[in-house]
């Protein structure tokens, strides 16, 4: 089974098909501001096992936001993170042409 970052990177590709960074951001920031719930989020990206797993640790972030403004920044953190898993170019998470999950997670603060 893949996992959200698997998923984000395309990774998992084609055993499960891959979430397209921009629309999941966007739908974390509708959940952020409440039009969306985790419910809505698992079933939009069918997260499942570990990837619903994960989505719920985003969301538990997010949550755990004092403020519009760290809600906002804890959710561009997140952004900047799985934008830099995307593309499969750079080196601070991607080691030896694999994503880093470890440096992932821990900037994630997971």
Known sequence: MADLVDRISGESEPARPKIN???FIAAERLY????WTRAQLATEFDLQ???ATQGGALADKID???GATNKTLYILRAESVLMCIEDHSNTLY???GAVN???VY???LF
């Open 49 to 51: 096992g570990d990837e």
């Open 106 to 108: 821990e900037d994630l």
């Open 32 to 35: 952020a501001f409440g039009e």
């Open 101 to 103: 999950k470890t440096k």
């Open 64 to 66: 755990g936001q004092t």
């Open 21 to 23: 960074l921009h629309r």
């Open 94 to 96: 991607h080691t030896a």
